[in-house]
């Protein structure tokens, strides 16, 4: 069965509610209405009334199916609820009036709507700037516990093959502890996409080939990360070069007691410079097609959408933010 067909087949039922800040951008309208009509999710678009309406008869989808809620004119004991709300999330960092500001921007009502409970997820992006997506789920939802960062996956998928790539889209400098946690996330999203993951720790050297300090940082989160999740210990392995990781012959024959080496379905990049080269690589020259960033380490699901997305790409953005609420409600 192909991927997203699983994937669909794991959300449908499960009265999962989705919001989506941009609801006057005609690719989010037409993906938030498919995904309502194939019975995924149930969703909640934010914007102005009179804008999503229009924006819906231009590109000739009914809004019916879809709740839509315009913050700047929600009525104010909503409106008192959520600043209260806010202001206690924030443990006096942010005053009442400051709040009531912030919750004129879609993405912080967004955010705090999943904050909240009101929604299962949101996805944002398609019209806005990462940091406009991250900041507020970052000062609002904050982190799982046990993880101190969060990071950007993506999932490669081409045929059968499919693979997680990460950070390629958050951390810029990953330290060990960073890298450890990065290899955690990632396996818990491939274990979401239904592969058990094998993770390779990447590198410029394998088992010692090579000396320096960037190596020396991969073998440390190695460690760390075998540590911190002691159930994934022999699921995870490093230093290891790429076609180490990849190539089953290479692997005997470069780290022949691995148990990773040559299988490996999770790739954790040392830098989010190494990471975002190389699942382009993947993607444009291995003809992979590529989904994400994956935000990962959240303590409830937000996802971040390209500027350059199309309405393809927020269908199945959505149905990937919907899989990650699902796990961390069954969590």
């Not at 209405?33 to 229009?54: N, W, Y």
């Not at 806010?86 to 009036?97: A, F, Q, W």
């Not at 996802?303 to 409600?329: H, M, N, P, W």
Request: aromatic share 6%; charged share 25%.
């Amino acid at each position: 069965m192909a991927l997203f067909d699983e994937l669909k087949n794991k959300v449908a039922g499960q009265d999962l509610h989705l919001v989506f800040p941009e609801g006057d951008d005609p690719r989010v309208l037409k993906a938030v209405v498919r995904l309502v009509e194939d019975q995924l999710i149930q969703a909640t678009v934010l914007g102005d009334e009179k804008a999503i309406a229009e924006t819906a008869a231009e590109v000739g989808v009914s809004t019916d199916a879809l709740t839509v809620i315009n913050p700047a004119t929600v009525d104010e004991g909503k409106k008192a609820e959520m600043v209260a709300a806010l202001v206690e999330r924030r443990n006096g960092k942010t005053d009442e009036e400051t709040a009531a500001k912030w919750l004129q921007n879609v993405n912080y009502f967004g955010t705090m709507m999943v904050q909240m409970g009101q929604a299962d997820g949101m996805v944002s992006g398609a019209a806005h700037a990462t940091g406009d997506t991250v900041r507020p789920a970052l000062q609002l939802i904050k982190t799982e516990p046990g993880s101190k960062r969060i990071s950007g996956a993506f999932f490669l998928q081409k045929g059968d093959q499919r693979y997680v790539f990460a950070d390629c889209a958050i951390n810029i400098e990953l330290d060990a502890e960073t890298m450890a946690t990065v290899a955690i996330q990632s396996a818990k999203t491939a274990k979401a996409f239904g592969v058990d993951p094998k993770i390779a720790m990447l590198s410029f050297s394998t088992k010692g080939s090579a000396k320096g300090e960037m190596v020396d940082k991969v073998a440390e989160a190695t460690k760390l990360a075998k540590e911190m999740a002691p159930e994934l210990a022999d699921s995870i392995d490093g230093e290891l070069q790429f076609d180490a990781a990849f190539v089953e012959s290479v692997g005997a024959a470069k780290a022949p007691e691995s148990k990773v080496a040559g299988h490996a379905n999770v790739f954790v990049f040392p830098s989010l410079e190494a990471g975002n080269i190389g699942y382009k690589i993947a993607q444009r020259l291995g003809d992979f097609e590529a989904m994400g960033p994956i935000l990962q380490g959240l303590a409830k699901p937000v996802s971040d959408l390209s500027r350059g997305c199309s309405e393809e790409d927020v269908y199945k953005v959505a149905i990937i933010t919907a899989v990650q609420a699902l796990e961390q409600k069954e969590a």
